[in-house]
């Protein structure tokens, strides 16, 4: 495009008629027949180019919000809570939205000793990332599985799930589910339950897949692959791919490693997208813009985000967001430090409008 057109095509953006430039009889008529005029609204629709973004780059310090959560467990017994959690919700949106970006929902659960939270099912798709403590368990479609720190459990969409705590001292965890864009879609529903009964081969879908190549051999040649072939994904062996990884990366890289469904290769949830990161020791870490959001959860260590242009100092349980097309830079300060990632690529990808650049 030469300037010229450049500068026609500016000005007859700012040309657009106002809805105030319409006669009032014009504009009650169509009103009242439930039809609005495009032309005034339409930059807000459709911005030039970068979009419109409400969601502001912004963390929650896990050390304000745990001392609530933990009182929450005084102040609501579970069969009045059903689940006990504090929702993150982004200043972009308030608090009424309940929402970190515009398609991700996190929260913060908390599980007290003896307790379980009863089984049901629903159309948003959640995962559980546990934070803090020992004796939780998440039964999913009859599997029960442990949650220790760090380990990422799927709940897709539609599947049996409920959650208990065999030990002592307080479970919590992160949960993030694409519930805003269903809810959005009118979709937006639960079905309640008896416990499930629980299969004896406990855990067992991780069982099957300890080593990123192999297969159970019975997979080979099936027509028909499991939608969610593994359930629980062990930040154990996470956190060892992640430093085998680093061996072999150059230092101005980043250590990053994709959750995926291990019998495609495909992202394992179809909405949703989860990765772990490891910032090695004083690295400074530019990424690359994404059109996708996303909410970053500190496993391990302290450093700072700078997310455009907000610096943001975090460290062990503090989780953050960001906005779509975000310029982002991770530093990590003193020993190495570990990052969970949550964000829509994968639903952006499905619509074909994802970006990176």
């Known amino acids: 495009m030469n300037p010229l057109d450049a500068v026609n095509q500016l000005g007859h953006a700012e040309s657009l008629g106002r809805l105030e430039d319409l006669p009032a009889d014009y504009v009650k008529a169509i009103n009242d027949l439930s039809v609005a005029p495009l032309w005034p609204q339409l930059r807000g629709l459709l911005p030039r180019g970068q979009p419109s973004r409400a969601t502001q780059p912004f963390m929650w310090r896990y050390a304000d919000v745990r001392p609530h959560l933990l009182r929450a467990g005084e102040l609501t017994p579970i069969e009045k809570a059903e689940r006990r959690v504090l929702v993150l919700c982004n200043p972009g949106h308030g608090l009424d939205k309940l929402v970190a970006t515009p398609t991700i929902y996190v929260g913060l659960q908390l599980i007290l000793p003896g307790e379980v939270a009863p089984a049901h099912r629903h159309t948003p798709t959640a995962v559980r990332f546990v934070i803090e403590g020992e004796g939780g368990y998440t039964t999913v479609n009859n599997e029960k599985c442990p949650m220790h720190k760090g380990d990422l459990i799927l709940t897709p969409a539609l599947n049996w799930h409920e959650h208990g705590h065999e030990g002592s001292g307080p479970v919590i965890w992160m949960d993030a589910l694409d519930l805003p864009m269903i809810y959005a879609m009118e979709a937006s529903y639960a079905i309640e339950g008896p416990s499930q009964p629980v299969r004896p081969e406990a855990d067992a879908s991780q069982n099957k897949y300890r080593r990123a190549g192999l297969l159970p051999y019975a997979s080979l040649g099936r027509a028909q692959r499991a939608d969610y072939p593994q359930i629980r994904y062990p930040w154990v062996d996470v956190r060892q791919a992640l430093a085998a990884l680093a061996t072999v990366t150059p230092k101005d890289e980043a250590v990053q490693l994709a959750y995926v469904n291990p019998e495609t290769g495909r992202p394992c949830l179809p909405t949703l997208g989860f990765s ?82």
């Not at 910032?279 to 496993?299: E, N, P, Y």
């Not at 700078?306 to 990590?332: K, M, N, Y």
């Open 276 to 357: 772990a990161m490891q910032l090695r020791a004083g690295q400074d870490l530019a990424l690359r813009k994404r059109s996708a959001s996303g909410v970053i959860h500190v496993i391990e260590g302290r450093g700072e985000s700078e997310i455009d242009g907000v610096t943001l100092q975090w460290t062990e349980g503090d989780t953050l967001t960001i906005p779509t097309h975000a310029q982002v830079r991770h530093r990590a300060m003193g020993n190495d430090a570990y990052l969970f990632h949550v964000d829509d690529a994968p639903m952006q990808r499905a619509l074909g409008i994802y970006e990176d650049f």
